[in-house]
């Protein structure tokens, strides 16, 4: 498969503090790679970089081929581990959101006809993540699991090229953390998504991933610190997985 | 026993306690009204309730030979269409600024210093100024109100819309909605329970500025009435109008919470965002 997201020689560097150097990845259409590291390697800085909410200092970034736009678009759709979801709109509402701003330019809202398929849609995506029976409730009274599955129908509606996870199990108790790899996994083979998830459970990486990234600091000078960034220094490709 | 600050009032109590200090107090100001009377029956500082009352009906229900209205009416209406109007430009003003300065980084840098500098300037000071540029008028007045809540109120409403996570705006940007579909869909939304909240908060000192606008210059209006008959010590003239004021005010108070409550139900969740 050709590879649909690359960085190419990408450093990023705040002032002279160098936090990402020199990484330098092809990321395969309808893979599944983890991002692991420790705390302060750059892997939130690595995700931002794909969602465009930060551009590199030096190096490029193209996906599909064309130069990837420094600011968050309809390619890339993202799950943060909270405030992912809109607080003043329920469930429905929330899924529905980016069909209505995709066509109704002017009000952000749809009637009639348009309305009803999109709901239709955003019903049909809510059963897809197990809240058929939430559609009415606001965010403020599901729990973390559901909040979650509620932000991954409405990164999942716009169809994105890549979804981008930023830690998006971190918060959640161990039993349903469970049952959202089972869920993500489903969703990443039934719509053949091309997915990057950041995490800091290293079982988590290797149990989703059909590839690991770690990232770290390659070299480390105790009196500059800041002075080395971080890169990938192990890509594990997991190509036995089911779907890989 | 249980430690103090664990100790909770049921439906009741609370009402007890509420009504404690107000019905306190209006003991107290009887016996110390009819103290004085006995002491002195033509007292003016301490009316009693039946005098206040007399007055008050005068006022409420005569004509006044004089202007051909009945004064509380006529000062009410006068004392509200000022503070409404006022109370709109500033909630409108608001919206606008405090929408564009929270949301948007070049408005944040263009607009926010001024909006700082004019929320130091005490409003009062103004009122020359704008007596002076708009006359003795009812412009004067209502500007003092807008000039006195707005910055307020923007800088308010704009620190609101900018500690709106940064995730919900760049997950809306996900979604493919531009600047104007997040300030539409995701930041309006949002900063209409805290505009009417704040403008809740603006009520107590939009009073005070069209009271004393009143008191200045005018010839109608709560405001002036009050400092009218001040000059007669007419203390039971004083007391219903500013017990009226009170009311209104509370009045107004619980309106806009309950419109809150019924608009934006989200917003009143014990568990919010």
Redesign the interface.
């Known amino acids: 498969m050709s590879a649909l997201l690359t960085f190419r020689n990408v450093w990023v560097e705040y002032g002279d503090k160098i936090v990402l150097e020199k990484v330098d990845l092809a990321i395969e259409a309808g893979a599944f790679v983890s991002i692991v590291g420790p705390s302060g390697a750059g892997k939130s800085t690595f995700l931002r970089l794909a ?1 465009g ?1 930060e551009a590199p200092t030096r190096g490029a970034i193209d996906l599909d081929g064309a130069p990837l736009r420094a ?4 390619d ?3 799950v ?1 581990q ?9 469930a429905v509402e929330n899924v529905m ?2 069909l ?3 066509s109704a ?5 749809l009637w009639g006809a348009r309305r009803r398929d999109a709901l239709d849609q955003a019903v049909a995506m809510l059963g897809a993540v197990g809240l058929a029976g939430a559609l009415e409730v ?4 599901l729990s973390g699991g559901m909040q979650q599955r509620l ?1 991954i129908a ?2 999942l509606i ?1 169809r ?1 090229r890549v979804l981008l996870l930023d830690e998006p199990f971190g918060a959640l108790d161990p039993g349903v953390r469970l049952d959202m790899h089972g869920l993500i996994l489903g969703l990443w083979r039934e719509h053949q998504l091309t997915i990057l998830m950041v995490t800091h459970d290293i079982k988590e990486a290797f149990k989703l991933g059909t590839r690991v990234l770690a990232f770290d600091k390659r070299r480390n000078d105790p009196h500059a610190p800041h002075r080395y960034g971080s890169t990938a220094v192990y890509d594990f490709p997991l190509l036995d997985k089911p779907g890989a | 026993m249980r430690r103090l600050l664990n100790l909770r009032p049921g439906g009741a109590g609370r009402l007890a306690l509420g009504a404690a200090p107000l019905v306190a107090l209006v003991l107290f100001y009887l016996l110390a009204s009819t103290a004085q009377h006995a002491v002195n029956p033509n007292e003016k500082i301490l009316p009693t309730l039946g005098a206040m009352a007399d007055q008050a009906r005068i006022m409420a229900f005569q004509i006044d030979p004089q202007t051909g209205a009945i004064p509380l009416w006529q000062d009410t209406f006068a004392s509200l269409r000022r503070l409404g109007l006022g109370l709109s430009i500033a909630t409108a003003s608001a919206l606008i600024l405090g929408l564009a300065i929270g949301l948007l980084p070049l408005a944040r840098a263009g607009l926010g210093p001024l909006v700082a500098a004019i929320a130091v300037v005490p409003p009062i000071a103004v009122l020359p100024i704008l007596f002076i540029t708009f006359g003795l008028g009812e412009t004067a007045k209502v500007v003092l109100i807008v000039v006195g809540v707005t910055p307020f109120m923007v800088r308010d409403l704009a620190g609101h819309i900018a500690a709106i996570p940064e995730e919900q705006i760049v997950k809306g940007q996900t979604l493919g909605a531009s600047t104007w579909q997040i300030a539409l869909r995701v930041a309006l939304p949002q900063a209409m329970p805290r505009l009417l909240e704040s403008l809740r908060l603006s009520l107590g000192p939009a009073w005070v500025f069209l009271i004393s606008a009143e008191a200045i210059a005018s010839d109608v209006g709560l405001g002036y009435r009050v400092f009218l008959v001040r000059r007669y010590l007419a203390m039971d003239i004083i007391l219903p109008y500013v017990a009226w004021i009170a009311l209104l005010a509370v009045g107004f108070d619980l309106i806009l919470l309950t419109l809150s409550r019924r608009a934006y139900p989200w917003a009143h969740s014990p568990r919010t965002r």
């Open positions: 969602l909410q600011e968050p678009d309809r890339r759709g993202v943060f909270r405030y992912s979801v809109f607080p003043h709109l329920n959101f980016g209505e701003c995709q330019a002017l009000t952000g809202r606001y965010p403020a009274q932000a409405q990164a716009m994105p």
